[in-house]
């Protein structure tokens, strides 16, 4: 079992920045691919940028590309998001999940990670 436990949300102005982390525990991600996925109220949840476990593989969703960067520290255990040039649409409960048998790739359905977090709220004020 992984727990997943992310960190950093909060109320920031447009144009800031914020850093979000995603603490692993229970097992060592570095096998893992990971991923981050946001959703706000009304709408799907949807992913946001992802990294392979091995060859540090990363993408994005369009509407991201450019001003968000996800990295991964194995030796912490640990997955980051950081977030600049915050728009009022970038709004919205950010998860991070793991999938544990996807190989070395990065992995855009939401359906196909095993284990997520709770999520940290972020908040954009124009």
């Known amino acids: 079992q992984v727990q997943l436990v992310e960190s950093g949300g909060g109320l920031v102005q447009a144009g800031s920045s914020l850093k979000l982390s995603c603490a692993a525990s229970g097992r060592t991600i570095m096998s893992y691919a990971m991923g981050w996925f946001r959703q706000a109220p009304g709408k799907e949840r949807e992913f946001v940028a992802g990294i392979s476990w091995s060859s540090g593989k990363r993408n994005y969703a369009d509407s991201v590309k450019g001003r968000f960067t996800i990295s991964k520290d194995n030796a912490k255990n640990t997955v980051y998001l950081k977030m600049n040039s915050l728009k009022p649409e970038d709004a919205a409960a950010y998860y991070c999940?793991?999938?544990?048998?996807?190989?070395?790739?990065?992995?855009?359905?939401?359906?196909?990670?095993?284990?997520w977090g709770h999520g940290t709220q972020v908040t954009v004020s124009s």
């Open positions: 999940a793991a999938d544990v048998d996807a190989g070395d790739t990065v992995v855009f359905r939401k359906d196909e990670y095993d284990y």
